[in-house]
């Protein structure tokens, strides 16, 4: 009797340690360790530096929007959208707002882009043995919307200059008429005949 009723306690102590321990177990995100850089590359379906701006819940993943800075793997957009589970127990990965990260991410289906806690993903002070070993990477995939507008020539515009029309000189005899309009030549007889008409009256008044 002894003995069944010490193991019928045995068995409900643990069971109840097994019902406890089992959330716990079920909680952990269990990840093997990172591969080589060359290796987490190939294995990868993009590979990138970039900073998140922007982060947004949809049900059980959380949707990081990148700003992509250089590209070792895949062909990038400048922005480009990382999906990853909401709960690090599902393995999924927060990423600080504004910090450069070293990104290597999968594919999910529809051709979308995910990341976790169990990639090499870094931020990039700490990935200087990836750096050394993938390289420079280069700039991102411009789209034609994104592309800079043509910059303004600073040159001053050019201002031609104008001729400078010259009036007519009189000459010793009378007035030089050339092409001036209607009025300027009405003016031009006009004061040609006042001119005309005083020199007589001058010489007859220096006769003593």
Not at 107 to 116: K, S
Request: with cysteine.
């Amino acid at each position: 009797m002894l003995g069944r009723r010490h193991l019928a306690r045995t068995a409900i102590v643990a069971s109840v340690i097994g019902a406890w321990c089992a959330p716990s177990i079920a909680r952990a995100c269990s990840c093997a360790p990172p591969r080589p850089p060359l290796e987490a590359q190939q294995a990868a379906a993009v590979v990138f530096e970039g900073r998140t701006f922007a982060v947004a819940r949809e049900g059980a993943q959380n949707r990081f929007s990148f700003e992509v800075l250089r590209v070792w793997k895949g062909e990038l957009p400048t922005n480009v959208q990382i999906w990853s589970a909401s709960q690090s127990a599902s393995c999924g990965r927060a990423y600080e707002s504004g910090l450069p990260y070293l990104v290597y991410a999968h594919e999910l289906p529809g051709g979308l882009l995910g990341d976790g806690l169990c990639s090499r993903t870094r931020p990039v002070s700490n990935a200087a043995e990836d750096l050394e070993v993938l390289g420079a990477g280069r700039a991102p995939v411009r789209s034609p919307g994104s592309s800079t507008p043509d910059t303004p020539s600073l040159e001053p515009p050019r201002i031609e200059p104008v001729a400078q029309q010259t009036a007519p000189t009189p000459s010793k005899r009378g007035c030089a008429i050339g092409e001036p309009s209607t009025i300027t030549t009405l003016l031009m007889l006009l004061g040609c005949a006042i001119r005309s008409w005083s020199r007589p009256r001058a010489r007859r008044g220096a006769k003593p």
